[in-house]
Antibody
Framework: QVQLQESGPRLVKPSETLSLTCTVS????????WNWIRQPPGKGLECLGD???????NYNPSLESRVTISIDTSKNQFSLKLTSVTAADTAVYYC????????????WGQGTLVTVSS | DIRMTQSPSSLSVSVGDTITITCRAS??????LNWYQQKPGKAPKLLIH???DLETGVPSRFSGSGSGTDFTLTITSLQPEDIATYYC????????FGQGTRLEI
C-alpha cells in the first residue's frame, strides 16, 4: 500500500518561501499524478497544483505566479515551493496521489501544518 | 474555472438517518465527480469516484448518483463513525472542491 509523507519547515516567515517535500513509499511514483492540496484552519480544501511523473505541471491560476512543483523520480519524491508567503498561506498542506489521469485522489499524506509568522 | 457548490453546508443528523448531500458543478462534467470524507485532524478519504463507483472497502451504505451538473451523495442508516465533513471534487487540470458539508449530531 502506497504511503505519502510530507516534510519541511513548520514555521515560515512572511515574504519568505515555503518548501515542502512529499516522499512516496510502498509504490512507484511513475504513471500517476502528484498533487499538493492545502486547507486553512477551519476551512475547505484548495488545490495548489499537480505534476505528472514525466514532469508536466498544472497550477492553480490564483497561485500560479508563486507556486512551483517539481518531481525527483529517482528519490520517489515531489516538492512544493510557494514564494512570498503571507499569513493567508497558513494551512495544513497535504500531498496526494491522483490516479485515472489524475482525476481521483486515492492516497493522501497525513498533512503538515505550516504557519506563516514572524 | 469550474466551481463546485455543495448544500447544505451543515446538517444535524441522528444515528440511523438517511441523508443526502448535493453538489452542483458550474458547467457539465459528465460523471467526473468524486466524494471524500474528512474527519477532524485527518486527511480526506476517497469514498466514491466517477459519480457512483464505490471505492474499495467503503461500506455499501454510501452511494452516489448524478451526471452533468447535479450530483448527490447518500448515506443510508447513518453510523456514528460517519460523522465527518464531506466534499465533492472534480478535476479539469485542477482539482476543485465543494465547500464541504459538515454532519453534526
Amino acid at each position: 500500500q502506497v504511503q505519502l509523507q510530507e516534510s519541511g519547515p513548520r514555521l515560515v516567515k512572511p515574504s519568505e518561501t515555503l518548501s515542502l517535500t512529499c516522499t512516496v513509499s510502498g509504490g512507484s511514483i511513475s504513471n500517476y499524478n502528484w498533487n499538493w492540496i492545502r486547507q486553512p484552519p477551519g476551512k475547505g480544501l484548495e488545490c495548489l497544483g499537480d505534476i505528472s511523473s514525466s514532469g508536466s505541471t498544472n497550477y492553480n491560476p490564483s497561485l500560479e505566479s508563486r507556486v512551483t512543483i517539481s518531481i525527483d523520480t529517482s528519490k520517489n519524491q515531489f516538492s512544493l515551493k510557494l514564494t512570498s508567503v503571507t499569513a493567508a498561506d497558513t494551512a495544513v498542506y497535504y500531498c496526494a496521489r491522483g490516479r485515472d489521469y489524475g482525476s481521483e485522489l486515492d492516497s493522501w499524506g497525513q498533512g503538515t501544518l505550516v504557519t506563516v509568522s514572524s | 474555472d469550474i466551481r463546485m457548490t455543495q448544500s447544505p453546508s451543515s446538517l444535524s443528523v441522528s444515528v440511523g438517518d438517511t441523508i443526502t448531500i448535493t453538489c452542483r458543478a458550474s458547467v457539465g462534467i459528465d460523471r467526473f465527480l468524486n466524494w471524500y470524507q474528512q474527519k477532524p485532524g485527518k486527511a480526506p478519504k476517497l469514498l466514491i469516484h466517477d459519480a457512483s463507483d464505490l471505492e474499495t472497502g467503503v461500506p455499501s451504505r454510501f452511494s452516489g448518483s448524478g451526471s452533468g451538473t447535479d450530483f448527490t451523495l447518500t448515506i443510508t442508516s447513518l453510523q456514528p463513525e460517519d460523522i465527518a465533513t464531506y466534499y465533492c471534487q472534480q478535476y479539469d487540470n485542477l482539482h476543485t472542491f465543494g465547500q464541504g458539508t459538515r454532519l453534526e449530531i
